[in-house]
């Protein structure tokens, strides 16, 4: 019987550590080769570590959401044969045994009789003093529907205590609670004092914050902590555009993809951008510098099962109609699938964000660091506009989109989307040259 130890491997990208965020195995599993052992995470992609070896789990180096240095023992497996190490080098290089349950103290019990507390006389010199018994609480109840009565500050208390005041008797004026009240009822768990329906859900579940859903906290924080967003939001009149939608989607291929309105969309953002490049930017804030880009690399915000992720459709400015669709499909596949290589999820030049028929009317959309924009999808609805005479039924959709106003104007804003607006209005303007 020999040992294996499996170090973390370099997962490319110059990164010295990833944070470990699944482990596919226990201590005492078996495993055979090249069957996944654990998932870790850089700035950029998941990466899976496959078994190199037959064995069974003697050891798990880490525990989920620690950062693992490129290098260090991540597992020990017990193989037939000689293994990798000798056995005095197999032992892992610091013991992680599970933390001792403390064992939570049971509250004295509140003593029947007086206790004495110390008082001082006019001489300053402490004397003892018999405080009074602690009181019952009262035992009439609350009508049922009845509101409690109680101070702001009583409030704020029970709110920090996870207290429902329904439950409170209240000894003040009109049956109002005191803090005192408050204090008991805590002190004594009091039952409570009116049937009101279900039994209050007391439960409290935590879960740390790691893996994807960590980077995309991080994300988050980083741009709203940096960047002065600006958000313009416009409406825009969809008729035309989903006539020929319609049009192409009944006659299309079986082999292209059912076409939505992001492509129309990513077509008419590359348009406007060759006339406004600044959008089209990176704003490096510590160096001070804004990065133009001629090519439009589009990020087309994706929701999975794991959370939000970014794939990249490049050079989106040279795509025709059905190009852009089925490049967007292949890339929002790839991201539910967890397939999408790294190269695929980074260098965006600007964003697209839509929550589809969920879109709501308005959002403010959080912009895509160090990008300076990015445009938020609205859901289409139909709502009555007035055509200088009457009021007639229109197919609207409102843009949401962010700028970073430490680079970009309001004037620069609205003309972008003013530009994006009118393409989308009369959709075969998009597709003539010039």
């Known amino acids: ?77 017990d193989v037939a044969g000689d293994g990798n190490v000798s056995p005095d080098k ?36 402490t004397s003892a003093k018999p405080e009074p018994p602690r009181r019952a609480l009262p035992a009439h109840a609350r009508k049922e529907g ?18 429902d005041l329904r439950f409170v008797a209240g ?25 009101v329906g279900k039994a209050p859900d007391t439960r409290v579940t935590e879960f740390k914050v790691v893996g994807l859903r960590r980077r995309i906290a991080e994300k ?35 082999d292209r993809p059912k076409l939505t309105i992001l492509p129309f969309l990513m077509l008419a953002m590359a348009k406007a951008l060759k ?12 160096a001070g510098v804004v990065r133009q880009f001629g090519g439009v690399h589009c990020g087309i915000a994706a929701q999975t099962r794991n959370g939000l992720v970014v794939p990249v459709v490049r050079h989106a400015e040279a795509l025709d109609l059905w190009g ?40 403010t959309p959080v912009i895509n660091h160090p990008e300076v924009a990015i445009v938020g999808v609205n859901k289409m609805q139909v709502r009555p506009m007035w055509d200088g005479t009457q009021f007639v039924p229109k197919k609207m959709m409102n843009l949401s989109s962010s700028f970073d106003h430490r680079v970009i104007d309001g004037w620069d804003a609205a003309v972008f989307v003013q530009r994006v607006k009118a393409l989308l209005e009369t959709p075969a303007s998009i597709f003539i040259e010039g």
């Open 220 to 254: 988050m924080a980083l741009s709203k902590s940096r960047i002065a967003h600006i958000t313009y939001v416009d409406e825009i009149e969809m008729d035309a555009l989903e006539q020929l939608r319609a049009s192409l989607n009944a006659g299309r291929r079986d």
């Open 171 to 195: 000894t003040g004026p009109a049956g109002r609670i005191t803090h005192e009240d408050l204090d008991l009822h805590a002190e004594q768990g009091s039952r409570p004092i009116a049937p």
């Open 146 to 163: 009845e509101k409690p009565l109680a101070a702001p500050s009583v409030r704020l208390k029970a709110r920090e205590r996870g207290i």
């Open 90 to 125: 197999s032992a892992p290089p610091e013991n992680r045994p599970e933390p001792a349950r403390k064992t939570p103290e049971k509250p004295a019990p509140i003593a029947a009789a007086p206790t004495m507390a110390g008082v001082e006389d006019e001489d300053g010199e």
């Open 1 to 77: 019987m020999g040992v294996f130890v499996i170090k973390m491997p370099d997962v490319g990208e110059g990164v010295a550590e990833a944070e470990l965020v699944e482990w596919h195995v226990k201590v005492g599993d078996p495993v055979k080769e090249d069957m996944v052992l654990a998932a870790v995470m850089t700035d950029k992609a998941t990466v899976e570590i496959p078994s190199p070896a037959d064995g069974t789990v003697a050891w798990l180096g880490g525990e989920i959401g620690e950062q693992i240095a490129v290098g260090a023992p991540l597992i020990r497996l």
């Open 324 to 363: 852009a669709a089925t490049e967007i499909a292949r890339l929002a596949d790839a991201a539910k699938n967890g397939t999408a290589t790294r190269e695929e999820l980074t260098g965006s030049t600007i964003t697209i964000t839509s929550l589809g028929a969920m879109g709501g009317i308005a959002t």
């Open 275 to 286: 006339d406004q490049p600044n959008i089209n930017a990176h704003f490096d804030d510590e």
